[in-house]
């Protein structure tokens, strides 16, 4: 691809899409539908301590069964930055 960020392996071409794909997901969510609604101190509450929470695991998971560490790695296991982690 033109700025190299797809990953070689079609496997992790998948993971790659499907992580820029939650990515969006959350971005909708945290947006209530792109601003179609307004937060309250109760919904928020409720989505940042669990939904929120759950898109995180799904996201620190991914990165740990590829061998991401706090220190060291990328989201796919890939040896240089993909899309998936831009997202």
Same mark, same amino acid.
């Given at each position: 691809?033109?700025?190299?960020?797809?990953?070689?392996?079609?496997?992790?071409?998948?993971?790659?899409?499907?992580?820029?794909?939650?990515? @969006?997901?959350?971005?909708?969510?945290?947006?209530?539908? @792109?601003?179609?609604?307004?937060? @309250?101190?109760?919904?928020?509450?409720?989505?940042?301590?669990?939904?929120?929470?759950?898109?995180?695991?799904?996201?620190?998971?991914? *990165?740990?069964?590829?061998?991401?560490?706090?220190?060291? *790695?990328?989201?796919? *296991?890939?040896?240089?930055?993909?899309?998936?982690?831009? *997202?």
């Amino acid at each position: 691809m033109k700025f190299g960020l797809m990953p070689d392996a079609i496997d992790k071409q998948a993971l790659a899409l499907k992580a820029m794909l939650d990515c @969006n997901d959350v971005l909708a969510e945290i947006s209530l539908g @792109n601003g179609a609604q307004m937060w @309250n101190a109760d919904t928020w509450a409720e989505f940042s301590g669990t939904r929120l929470v759950r898109w995180l695991q799904i996201f620190e998971q991914t *990165g740990a069964i590829h061998g991401l560490s706090p220190d060291a *790695g990328f989201l796919l *296991g890939t040896p240089k930055a993909t899309m998936a982690d831009l *997202g």
